[in-house]
């Protein structure tokens, strides 16, 4: 409170001044290339702070005192202290200094010599301008991002350019300067630095925008988040975060259910509250307000609120299933509400045009949309996964559900995770995409058909690694979620190992993200079609969901087409889901979650005895005599066997095999395995060498 309002008052004394037109404030952009404009085909119409001097007007001079090449260490290779440029920007005495230093500390001339400089040069930075001009006011900028793409990424620069981010907000937290960040902004944004390294004139824009909202404290006035809508659902039983923007210093008001929460804005235009948890149930309204700007929510409820997201098959309408044309029409439920986000583009086998490549790049890929509640016209174009399980969950929790569906067509795990998680941990994936084997070669086919006639050689599109997390799942972080529904996996099970890095990466980059350490997470197996690669992938995710905490797998091989990567049977998939859902996340283990899940095996006397999970009452489904068992000896070779069911455990053997060693289940591409449990639940494919 006490910056905000020194903040404050600073705005308030320079409009003041302006106002009384005795001074005009003297912008001081001290920097290295970016900050001069390097790069740019007209730096002197597109360079940040020429920019700046057009957004802020004459109440202003900028002047722009950016080196190339100049470091922020005294003892680096081009120190800005004994520039030219440094000398005219004492000569200016700025009444504001913005200081975008510590990109050239990278090299490897600098920052492994003398690291333990930085934060007392910076310091010494300061105090020259603080001596010139006793009052001037400082902000000192986080660093805009490197891409992948630089040469350097991977041996230092990544690491480095993360240690000096922190030595700059320590600068900031020891002088008292004013903190402003161009990393944020431009980290998803990587097609707007050409050389990896400088911004383009986009670039430059957003960063003069930056310094313009930190200068003026104009953030365009009251705004929420996009999924604040009449008719939302918001999540109960626990404290519940809401946030948005205003002008800095404004006073936020938040109201619901008898419930007021007061807030200011700090110097970014965010401000945040907490409200207790809401009682499921409504209609609510939610009312947030300004002195100068009044927003009213209405039709609110309180409820569970999960996400369902993933590929084609999450995608996949009620209208689709063959059981859409029996539950469209008794779809309606004003207790469940559905925010449908909707690709502006498909990903079919064709061009797009100029419209859609330039909104791909500016990250507009999905229709804006509100909560509606669920009826045979909203219903029909909904995920049917998604409708089936959350019918279930409403009627057994008889509680308000809502459902937010984001799935993509086609869509690769690796465009779902956050861009530093993939830079830090998997950053071979993000480097030259369109051609890396690492990404399946459709999805790299389909994307190259799509921006055939772009002539942006950084052409973005949404199977791009990390792409879909920028604008399918960064736009609902502010929004309390109970879980997620995840049907992915057909873009990936060409190369089973590299999902196996892939699939915790997302989950964790999501957990972190929601700030969900816990973030129940259930997904679909793959069904049964004739890829060959399938069998080994439907194995990785049931060890994926046996080894990652809070990770739980529905079995869909039953309800596969040979011929048809889209099958048509969703409802018992949705249905699985929430029976998972209901026994782990909600505690009603009058549920059988699942089907027979595979546990051990022993091998004794010519005969292999599997134990199982949830194994009570196995049998064939519908009655028939089990199959798709294999048995192998020492020569590794699987064949045909025979399973006797004793009690909860099977007996597996072959004639053939007198020594066996390992049984597998379900390997084959499209199987007919049929193992079942009482509740008439199917088995996952495993294997017991795996």
């Not at 003069?208 to 999924?227: D, H, I, K, W």
């Not at 309180?302 to 044309?325: H, I, P, R």
Request: charged share 25%.
């Amino acid at each position: 409170m006490k910056k905000t309002g020194l903040f404050l008052v600073a705005v308030w004394t320079c409009l003041s001044v302006m106002g009384a037109g005795k001074k005009v404030l003297k912008v001081a952009c001290v920097g290295n290339s970016i900050t001069y404009g390097y790069g740019l085909k007209d730096r002197a119409r597109d360079a940040y702070p020429v920019r700046l001097q057009e957004m802020l007007g004459d109440g202003y001079q900028v002047e722009n005192f950016g080196k190339s090449g100049a470091t922020l260490l005294y003892r680096g290779h081009r120190p800005y202290v004994r520039q030219e440029e440094f000398r005219k920007a004492m000569d200016f005495a700025g009444d504001i200094v913005v200081i975008h230093l510590g990109i050239n500390d990278t090299d490897p001339r600098d920052w492994p010599h003398f690291r333990d400089d930085f934060v007392v040069d910076y310091m010494a930075l300061i105090d020259s301008f603080r001596t010139v001009n006793p009052d001037c006011r400082v902000l000192v900028a986080r660093m805009t991002p490197i891409p992948v793409r630089h040469s350097r990424f991977e041996t230092s620069t990544r690491d480095w350019h993360d240690d000096i981010q922190k030595a700059i907000e320590q600068v900031a937290s020891n002088t008292g300067a004013q903190l402003i960040d161009f990393y944020e902004p431009l980290h998803s944004r990587h097609n707007l630095f050409p050389d990896a390294l400088h911004p383009d004139p986009e670039g430059t824009e957003i960063m003069a925008r930056v310094v313009y909202g930190a200068l003026t404290g104009r953030y365009g006035g009251l705004s929420m988040p996009s999924l604040y809508t009449d008719n939302m659902v918001l999540q109960h039983a626990c404290d519940l975060p809401v946030s948005g923007r205003a002008d800095a210093g404004e006073k936020v008001t938040v109201e619901i259910a008898g419930q007021k929460r007061k807030a200011v804005a700090d110097g970014d235009g965010r401000w945040s509250v907490t409200l207790k948890p809401l009682k499921a149930g409504g209609p609510y309204e939610l009312k947030v307000s300004t002195a100068r700007r009044t927003l009213r929510f209405t039709g609110v409820l309180a409820g569970e609120v999960w996400l369902c997201s993933g590929q084609s098959n999450m995608e996949f309408m009620l209208k689709q299933a063959v059981t859409g044309g029996r539950d469209i029409p008794r779809s309606g439920n004003d207790r469940i509400r559905l925010y449908n986000m909707k690709p502006r583009w498909h990903t079919t086998d064709k061009p797009w045009d100029e419209d859609a490549l330039d909104s791909v790049n500016h990250l507009k890929y999905f229709h804006p949309c509100e909560w509606q509640s669920c009826t045979p016209e909203t219903s029909a174009d909904f995920s049917a996964i998604a409708y089936y399980f959350g019918s279930v969950l409403q009627d057994s929790l008889q509680v308000p559900v809502g459902l937010i569906c984001n799935a993509v067509g086609g869509s690769p795990a690796e465009a779902w995770i956050e861009r530093r998680t993939l830079e830090h941990e998997y950053p071979i994936i993000l480097r030259n995409w369109t051609e890396n084997d690492l990404i399946q070669s459709w999805v790299r086919g389909r994307a190259a058909v799509n921006i055939k006639l772009s002539k942006d050689k950084l052409q973005r599109h949404p199977y791009e690694p990390c792409y879909l997390f920028e604008t399918a799942v960064r736009p609902l972080l502010s929004y309390r979620i109970r879980g997620v529904i995840w049907y992915q996996g057909e873009s990936n099970a060409h190369n089973v190992d590299a999902h196996d890095k892939l699939f915790p990466l997302l989950l964790d980059s999501w957990r972190e993200a929601w700030g969900i350490a816990d973030l129940p997470f259930y997904m679909v197996q793959l069904s049964s079609l004739n890829r060959p690669s399938w069998p080994w992938f439907r194995d990785s995710q049931r060890r994926l969901a046996d080894k990652l905490q809070g990770v739980y797998m529905a079995v869909s091989s039953d309800c596969g087409d040979s011929l048809d990567v889209h099958p048509r049977r969703k409802q018992p998939v949705g249905e699985r889901l929430a029976a998972q859902a209901l026994y782990h996340t909600y505690g009603m283990r009058k549920h059988v979650p699942s089907g027979p899940v595979y546990r051990s095996a022993e091998f004794v006397k010519g005969a292999a005895y599997l134990t199982f999970d949830y194994a009570e009452g196995m049998q064939g489904s519908e009655g028939k005599p089990l199959c798709g068992f294999e048995i192998a000896g020492t020569d590794g070779l699987f064949r045909p066997a025979k399973v006797v069911v004793e009690g909860n455990r099977l007996c597996v053997s072959a004639k053939e095999v007198k020594h066996p060693v390992a049984v597998r289940y379900g390997w084959q591409p499209y199987t007919r395995a049929n193992l079942v449990n009482g509740a008439g639940l199917p088995a996952s494919t495993f294997r017991t060498d795996d």
